[in-house]
């Protein structure tokens, strides 16, 4: 392996794989480079030799006898080249094989990674939840590891989905499906990006990967299934169910929400927006599917896709106008009052 430079530990170096895809891949590229360079080497080498044993001295009177044809040397260049391509293509089919047809064990996570401009969806059939932005996986390897396979689309134009230390570089397509898998050998944060140019704000459409131990998986898991906490002052008779059915009373059409800068009120500011025509906040009124889902908001480190930590002050300022941070972003400004854009702050804060 390469030596242990900065590069090499870089969190989105190539070099320092953690998962079988990107190892085999990387294995692969060595395997390639290092025969490209023996050619490199050996053409190199004969040109020299030649150069240098056959130029023209002082001494030479005529032309060199002219050689034509070599029976001998024609087959050499024809089945020389003919070996080496084929232990390219037998290399590189090995390892496209078996990452692609890797069978999918029975205890496999499923996760459908979608594409927007410029954030992550990730749904997770298996247990019912949307989140964004951050992946949670579970650690791959030994002897409690748990391999993750992702299908990969896109809900508008082409993004790529890469983690470099796990792997892809795979693409998301509108209405087509990919597929790719991830088995990370060490529980930690990976980060990657979008591969493909897709818009004004494809720099900052990063992505980060929490690859957890199973129990730390458990528990993200439990996290966001649990519904979100019920506003209403009195709710106490609603504590059994899940308390999802009857979305918050919004007060009368053009009412006020009120003037008090909390949860509550931030609720109903909030649903009075057309925030909720583009964002879901599952068990309310708020079901819009365009924006990342908040329903766990606070569950992440980062917020529009890492473009910066996920404070109150940083999520206030991104609801007051987010081409602060994100020039040329689909959120547009809502203009809110400074109340208003307080209130809904509050509420936001209240989605764990
Ligand atoms: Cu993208």
């Given at each position: 392996?390469?030596?242990?430079?900065?590069?090499?530990?870089?969190?989105?170096s190539?070099?320092?794989?953690?998962?079988?895809?990107?190892?085999?891949?990387?294995?692969?590229?060595?395997?390639?480079?290092?025969?490209?360079?023996?050619i490199?080497?050996?053409?190199?080498?004969?040109?020299?030799?030649?150069?240098?044993?056959?130029?023209?001295?002082?001494t030479?009177?005529?032309?060199p006898?002219?050689?034509?044809?070599?029976?001998?040397?024609?087959?050499?260049?024809?089945?020389?080249?003919?070996?080496?391509?084929?232990?390219?293509?037998?290399?590189?089919?090995?390892?496209l094989?078996?990452?692609?047809?890797?069978?999918?064990?029975?205890?496999?996570?499923d996760?459908?990674?979608?594409?927007?401009?410029?954030?992550?969806?990730?749904r997770?059939?298996?247990?019912?939840?949307?989140?964004?932005n951050?992946?949670?996986?579970?650690?791959?390897?030994?002897?409690?590891?748990?391999?993750?396979?992702?299908?990969?689309?896109?809900?508008?134009?082409?993004?790529?989905?890469?983690?470099?230390?796990?792997g892809?570089?795979?693409?998301?397509?509108?209405?087509?499906?990919?597929?790719?898998?991830?088995?990370?050998?060490?529980?930690?944060?990976?980060?990657?990006?979008?591969?493909?140019?897709?818009?004004?704000?494809?720099a900052?459409?990063?992505?980060?990967?929490?690859?957890?131990?199973p129990?730390?998986?458990?528990?993200?898991?439990?996290?966001q299934?649990?519904?979100?906490?019920?506003?209403?002052?009195?709710?106490?008779?609603?504590?059994?169910?899940?308390?999802?059915?009857?979305?918050v009373?919004?007060?009368?059409?053009?009412?006020?929400?009120?003037?008090?800068?909390?949860?509550l009120?931030?609720?109903?500011?909030?649903?009075?927006?057309?925030?909720?025509?583009?964002?879901?906040?599952?068990?309310?009124?708020?079901?819009?599917?365009?924006?990342p889902d908040?329903?766990?908001?606070?569950?992440?480190?980062?917020?529009?896709?890492?473009?910066?930590?996920?404070?109150?002050?940083n999520?206030?300022?991104?609801?007051?106008?987010?081409?602060?941070?994100?020039?040329?972003?689909?959120?547009?400004?809502?203009h809110?009052?400074?109340?208003?854009?307080?209130?809904?702050?509050?509420?936001?804060?209240?989605?764990k």
């Amino acid at each position: 392996m390469l030596p242990r430079t900065a590069a090499a530990f870089s969190p989105t170096s190539i070099f320092s794989t953690q998962s079988t895809p990107a190892r085999q891949v990387n294995e692969l590229s060595f395997f390639v480079l290092g025969i490209s360079a023996a050619i490199f080497l050996a053409v190199s080498l004969l040109l020299a030799y030649a150069l240098v044993k056959f130029r023209a001295r002082s001494t030479d009177t005529a032309e060199p006898p002219q050689v034509f044809g070599s029976t001998q040397i024609e087959l050499s260049w024809t089945i020389i080249p003919i070996l080496i391509v084929t232990v390219l293509f037998l290399g590189t089919a090995r390892v496209l094989f078996s990452v692609q047809d890797m069978p999918k064990p029975a205890s496999a996570l499923d996760v459908t990674a979608v594409g927007h401009q410029y954030w992550w969806e990730f749904r997770y059939p298996q247990y019912n939840i949307t989140a964004a932005n951050e992946l949670h996986i579970p650690v791959g390897q030994g002897t409690t590891g748990r391999t993750t396979f992702l299908k990969l689309t896109s809900a508008d134009v082409i993004h790529s989905f890469w983690i470099p230390q796990l792997g892809g570089k795979t693409d998301m397509l509108p209405n087509r499906v990919n597929e790719m898998w991830l088995d990370p050998k060490t529980p930690g944060v990976y980060l990657g990006q979008c591969a493909q140019f897709c818009g004004a704000q494809h720099a900052k459409m990063l992505l980060t990967v929490y690859v957890d131990t199973p129990e730390q998986f458990a528990s993200w898991i439990a996290a966001q299934q649990k519904p979100v906490a019920e506003l209403a002052n009195g709710g106490a008779a609603a504590g059994a169910g899940p308390a999802l059915a009857s979305p918050v009373p919004v007060a009368g059409a053009g009412n006020p929400a009120g003037d008090a800068i909390d949860a509550l009120t931030g609720q109903k500011v909030f649903e009075q927006q057309a925030c909720i025509n583009c964002h879901a906040v599952s068990g309310t009124m708020a079901n819009g599917r365009f924006g990342p889902d908040l329903t766990h908001l606070m569950s992440r480190k980062s917020l529009a896709s890492c473009a910066m930590a996920n404070t109150p002050e940083n999520l206030k300022a991104w609801i007051a106008d987010p081409s602060q941070f994100k020039p040329g972003c689909l959120m547009p400004a809502m203009h809110l009052t400074d109340r208003q854009n307080a209130q809904i702050t509050a509420y936001l804060q209240t989605l764990k």
